[in-house]
T-cell receptor, first 114, second 113 residues
Framework: AQSVTQLGSHVSVSEGALVLLRCNYSSSVPPYLFWYVQYPNQGLQLLLKYTSAATLVKGINGFEAEFKKSETSFHLTKPSAHMSDAAEYFCAVTRNSGNTPLVFGKGTRLSVIA | KAGVTQTPRYLIKTRGQQVTLSCSPISGHRSVSWYQQTPGQGLQFLFEYFSETQRNKGNFPGRFSGRQFSNSRSEMNVSTLELGDSALYLC????????????FGPGTRLTVT
């Protein structure tokens, strides 16, 4: 079985500061990993994905994440937070083979303070 | 290209009633997945359809069902509604395998009173 743990249900940063959202996964097989963002009253939008190519993955809106197998982590970062980054962020995992559903973390709400 | 659309966006039902939600995937996408999102349980997978066949199913009671039509549009049905069914129901489509990029619709907000 696969699972995702997102550390911190709420993270608050100042505008211009580094954003770091933590995600640790558990998977008995090589995983595919995803980060999604959800703005209020909207669905989820894919930020970036890891599918066993480069371990450092760049996504939209200046976000990136690094796959670290030894730490079973896939943390999301952005060098400089913008007010528009305030949203809820979800990490998700699935197997890299077969048709298996995404398993989501509980989400981290990011607040950006002016 | 138009995104995933879901109708209706908001719905209020009474306990014991049934409800049908609709999802139109991105053109060319053959896989449609449904998720339930609640503050307490987060995002939980309901089921996935591919070429009109249910390919995966989450851990939900039989009151939750779905289907997919030949044009890939999908519906989910919840019978005998309970207060705990109040949630945001999200539909996601992908080109082929559910293991790859999924594109989400805006969701249907269901309130059961």
């Amino acid at each position: 079985a696969q699972s995702v743990t997102q550390l911190g249900s709420h993270v608050s940063v100042s505008e211009g500061a580094l954003v770091l959202l933590r995600c640790n996964y558990s998977s008995s097989v090589p995983p595919y990993l995803f980060w999604y963002v959800q703005y209020p009253n909207q669905g989820l939008q894919l930020l970036l994905k890891y599918t066993s190519a480069a371990t450092l993955v760049k996504g939209i809106n200046g976000f990136e994440a690094e796959f670290k197998k030894s730490e079973t982590s896939f943390h999301l970062t952005k060098p400089s937070a913008h007010m528009s980054d305030a949203a809820e962020y979800f990490c998700a995992v699935t197997r890299n083979s077969g048709n298996t559903p995404l398993v989501f973390g509980k989400g981290t709400r990011l607040s950006v303070i002016a | 290209k138009a995104g995933v659309t879901q109708t209706p966006r908001y719905l209020i039902k009474t306990r014991g009633q049934q409800v049908t939600l609709s999802c139109s995937p991105i053109s060319g996408h053959r896989s449609v997945s449904w998720y339930q999102q609640t503050p307490g349980q987060g995002l939980q997978f309901l089921f996935e359809y591919f070429s009109e066949t249910q390919r995966n199913k989450g851990n939900f009671p039989g009151r939750f069902s779905g289907r997919q039509f030949s044009n890939s549009r999908s519906e989910m049905n919840v019978s005998t509604l309970e207060l705990g069914d109040s949630a945001l129901y999200l539909c996601a489509s992908s080109l082929d395998s559910v293991s790859y990029e999924q594109y989400f619709g805006p969701g249907t907000r269901l309130t059961v009173t």
